[in-house]
């Protein structure tokens, strides 16, 4: 991105009083589950391609797709289709239905164009769901070995190859658990907080420059105790007594802004 100061990454959270394993649920038959808002960026098409592929070479799975999208490209092939019985479709859904549905599948499927670093990916994460996703965007920066695989985007052979594989038992995942640990690891709201914790207050620094002078204020916080504030600011200058009553009143707005994270 070009940027030359010292930058930090804030990744999203995850609510797990919504999003969590339950317990491993057996499904005679596959089931591959896809949510969004069904736009090109998403790429349904591509992947309905690739499940009409493996069903017309007898590869027995269903196929769930949805969200707050335009389903009718999707009603529309599901009337003319003699895999209609294989394809499942739902419309808008909430966080709670979303959460179990993650909890019924088998792989959630993410076959972007582009993205972000997409919520539904450690939605499933947390939910000890694997992901086959595209190599778009932010996906690849979390996304341990075991835990599904990426592929290229718009690459069709590619999904189809992984989903044959998936199929065939010839690739292991890991195990539910471990996949909902590594979230709760990473996006818990107590994990996202202390990293704003951090920025905020380890890394705190409020500098004014008055002409050729530079004066350096800087905040530190006791990490063992959060409720016990230890302020340190160093003035380079003892004699300029202005500067040092702005200092204090930085550090009293700095600790009010702070109860409220």
């Given at each position: 991105l070009g940027l030359i100061q010292r930058?930090?990454?804030?990744?999203?959270?995850?609510?797990?009083?919504?999003?969590?394993?339950?317990?491993?649920?057996?499904?005679?038959?596959?089931?591959f589950l896809h949510i969004s808002n069904l736009t090109f960026q998403k790429n349904c098409d591509g992947i309905l391609n690739v499940a009409e592929r493996l069903w017309k070479n007898k590869y027995i799975f269903e196929l769930h797709i949805g969200g707050n999208g335009d389903l009718s490209t999707f009603y529309s092939y599901k009337k003319r289709s003699d895999f209609t019985d294989k394809l499942f479709?739902?419309?808008?859904?909430?966080?709670?239905?979303?959460?179990?549905?993650?909890?019924?599948?088998?792989i959630f499927i993410l076959f972007s164009r582009f993205e972000n670093q997409p919520c539904v990916q450690i939605e499933s994460f947390a939910c000890g769901?694997?992901?086959?996703?595209?190599d778009v965007g932010g996906i690849s920066?979390?996304?341990?070995?075991?835990?599904?695989e990426i592929i290229t985007s718009e690459n069709e052979?590619?999904?189809?190859?992984?989903?044959?594989?998936?199929?065939?038992?010839?690739?292991?995942?890991?195990?539910?658990?471990?996949?909902?640990?590594?979230?709760?690891?990473?996006?818990?709201?107590?994990?996202?907080?202390?990293?704003?914790?951090?920025?905020y207050v380890n890394d705190a620094r409020l500098d004014i420059n008055k002409k050729t002078k530079h004066y350096s204020y800087t905040l530190s916080l006791d990490n063992k105790n959060l409720n016990k504030w230890e302020n340190k600011y160093q003035i380079f200058t003892k004699k300029n007594k202005e500067e040092?009553?702005?200092?204090?009143?930085?550090?009293?707005?700095?600790?009010?802004?702070?109860?409220?994270?």
């Open positions: 930058t930090k990454t804030i990744r999203n959270v995850i609510d797990f009083d919504i999003f969590n394993s339950k317990e491993n649920t057996e499904n005679k038959i596959p089931k479709l739902f419309g808008a859904l909430s966080q709670e239905e979303v959460a179990a549905k993650m909890n019924e599948v088998n769901l694997p992901v086959l996703a595209s920066e979390i996304f341990p070995i075991g835990f599904g052979e590619e999904l189809y190859q992984s989903l044959k594989n998936i199929l065939e038992n010839k690739v292991h995942f890991k195990s539910k658990n471990e996949i909902q640990l590594f979230a709760k690891e990473n996006f818990s709201m107590q994990k996202i907080a202390n990293d704003f914790d951090e920025i040092k009553k702005l200092a204090e009143e930085f550090i009293v707005i700095f600790e009010e802004d702070s109860k409220k994270l």
